[in-house]
């Protein structure tokens, strides 16, 4: 069957095809039946149920033989996709096994297929996300050695600060990639784990073959069986929502710096072109950062889902109303923005366009203003630090009031020429001598991220 239409005209800008892929009504369906089948073996492995129901019941799993137009109408009575989905299956199940649609869903509970089909789901969007995520720390990685010693202008508060260079920032963002990975790395044990629990999540219906059948359950799913069920205890699937908060947030810095830097009046890092991108509708001339805005564009909606998903924790009893819904679609669109963003990040790392040359330029913008602290700071050693600080203070005020560079003014100043000759100046005021430990921050995030690739 088809799926129903959707709204697809932003999928291809915001959402990765293949995470869509995922969280589309087939994909939810299939995960669904997916658990359907793995319960069927499970309970004939334990001799609950006879083996030869298990080939009917898993020949009639299969998403494509479901109309997903109908289901969608069944779940608006039923209150959930499993009840209208199970039922199903058995009418599919009985047009050619009368006998093995008996043994369908036998001793599990909406929620056990729902959520259990969620996980899997989850499994392979993790398995993309982290894919992406290890490409883009590759990438990052290599430019970040490429612009190790790049210099260009730092900024705090958006003004000029003092020189960085660019493998520095490209650095940053690497690393937050990295932490990223590690986190996601860490809560898979937590994520990837078996619901069943039957109607209470006491698995009461299976009697003293519970724990066997749950034991093979999750073998076969090739997921870890918990402590317990989780019908009401959601902090797994938050987690797993908070770091794509964190994922998303990272990449929105990335995304936020990208189009600073390409705006006009900065002109040093640009996303890379294509025809047609960028454009404008009226004007000729842009060249606009639409790719960061996919990357803000998702650090700024996700947050909001995920303050869904954290509001949807303190579920009722044993079966929640209402917050469990909530959750439904949320932690797959959060899944698909990552996705969508990562994409448009991965596009923007491997086809980055420098200005070096735009960047020595802006460097120069306030006339070797950015260098007054490098000259302070080795005019303190000598003078006294509030000495120092004063003088450098007094002649920046007057190199902004005369329109003249720091050099020259400082040159005329008698306290500096004293303390400090003409060649010192020079060093001073040459910002590929005042970059500190930018080159070591490159390397130790680099050193970073190849020790959790290797």
């Known amino acids: 069957m088809n799926q129903r239409p959707g709204n697809q005209l ?3 800008y915001f959402t990765a095809r293949d995470m869509r892929d995922v969280f589309c009504d087939q994909g939810r369906v299939q995960a669904m039946l997916d658990f359907e089948a793995a319960l ?33 109408e069944a779940i608006a009575t039923a209150g959930n996709s499993a009840i209208p989905l199970v ?19 036998l001793g599990a509970t909406s929620q056990d297929v729902m959520d259990t089909g969620l996980v899997l789901q989850l499994r392979r969007a993790l398995e993309l996300i982290e894919g992406d995520l290890a490409q883009l720390g590759e990438t990052l990685s290599t430019q970040a050695r490429r612009y190790v010693a790049t210099p260009l202008a730092g900024r705090t508060w ?3 600060a003092t020189p960085v260079t660019l493998g520095m920032k490209i650095a940053g963002w690497l690393g937050a990639v990295t ?14 784990v078996l619901q069943f629990g039957g109607a209470s999540g006491t698995l009461a ?6 724990m066997p059948i749950a034991d093979a359950l999750a073998a076969e799913l090739h997921l870890t069986l918990p402590d317990q069920p989780w019908h009401t205890q959601r902090d797994r699937l938050v987690e797993f929502g908070s770091v794509l908060g964190l994922i998303a947030g990272s990449l929105g810095k990335l995304g936020r710096d990208i189009s600073l830097l390409m705006q006009t ?10 025809p047609g991108k960028g454009g404008s509708s009226t004007m000729p001339h842009k060249r606009n950062p639409v790719s960061a805005a996919v990357l803000i564009g998702a650090a700024t909606r996700v947050p909001g889902l995920l303050s869904t998903l954290f509001s949807a924790m303190p579920q009722e009893h044993e079966r929640s109303l209402g917050l469990w819904h909530a959750e439904w679609e949320t932690l797959p669109e959060i899944c698909c923005l990552v996705s969508g963003s990562l994409k448009q990040a991965l596009l923007v790392a491997d086809g980055l366009e420098v200005d070096a040359e735009r960047m020595a330029r802006n460097l120069d913008l306030t006339q070797g203003l950015v260098l007054a602290e490098a000259v302070s700071i080795v005019l303190a050693q000598r003078v006294g630090r509030d000495t120092a600080h004063h003088l450098l203070e007094q002649c920046c005020k007057r190199a902004v009031a005369e329109q003249r560079h720091l050099r020259a003014v400082l040159g005329d100043e008698p306290q500096v020429t004293a303390e400090l000759s003409a060649a010192e100046l020079d060093h001073l005021l040459d910002p590929a001598n005042y ?5 070591t921050w490159v390397e130790r995030a680099v050193a970073e991220h190849s020790a959790l690739t290797a």
């Open 10 to 12: 932003f999928d291809a």
């Open 40 to 72: 069927a073996r499970a309970e004939a492995k334990v001799g609950l149920i006879p083996q030869t129901a298990v080939a009917p019941i898993e020949a009639a799993c299969r998403a494509e033989h479901y109309d997903f137009a109908a289901l969608a």
């Open 87 to 105: 039922k199903a299956l058995g009418k599919q199940i009985a047009t050619t096994a009368a006998e093995a649609e008996r043994y369908v869903h």
């Open 158 to 160: 958006l003004q000029h």
């Open 179 to 192: 932490r990223s990975r590690q986190r996601l790395q860490e809560l898979k044990p937590r994520l990837l």
């Open 205 to 210: 219906a299976l009697g003293t073959q519970a």
């Open 265 to 274: 009046e900065a002109g040093e890092v640009f996303e890379p072109s294509a």
């Open 435 to 439: 970059l500190g430990q930018s080159r």
